[in-house]
Nanobody, 115 residues
């Protein structure tokens, strides 16, 4: 059974940086996309950034220019570098890996940005 293990969340002041990591417990074949979602209290979960197997990326408008998604395909790992964090970035961040047939979610990691 595939498990995604996330790390890197925490408490940071506005303007600070964090780097989230998400690693699959086993090798995943035929990955289509790897991405990060977030869910703030009282809000729906939203897609923040995604990267395709070909390396194409997409970012939600509010994080463009501040967040960067990258991968280490050899180790089934996806990263989210978050710079210039803002209080509105506070949320639980979840990674997701999608193949042609399945989707896998991480357990979530809390990111809290203080003003």
């Amino acid at each position: 059974q595939v498990q995604l293990v996330e790390s890197g969340g925490g408490l940071v002041q506005a303007g600070g940086t964090l780097r989230l990591s998400c690693t699959a417990s086993t090798n995943i074949l035929r990955i289509n996309t790897m991405g990060w979602h977030r869910q703030a209290p009282g809000k729906v979960r939203e897609l923040v950034a995604i990267i395709s197997a070909a390396g194409s990326t997409w970012y939600e408008d509010s994080v463009k220019g501040r967040f960067t998604i990258s991968t280490d395909n050899a180790n089934n790992t996806v990263y989210l570098q978050m710079n210039n964090l803002k209080p509105e970035d506070t949320a639980v961040y979840y990674c997701k890996i999608k193949t042609s047939t399945d989707g896998y979610w991480g357990q979530g990691t809390q990111v809290t940005v203080s003003s």
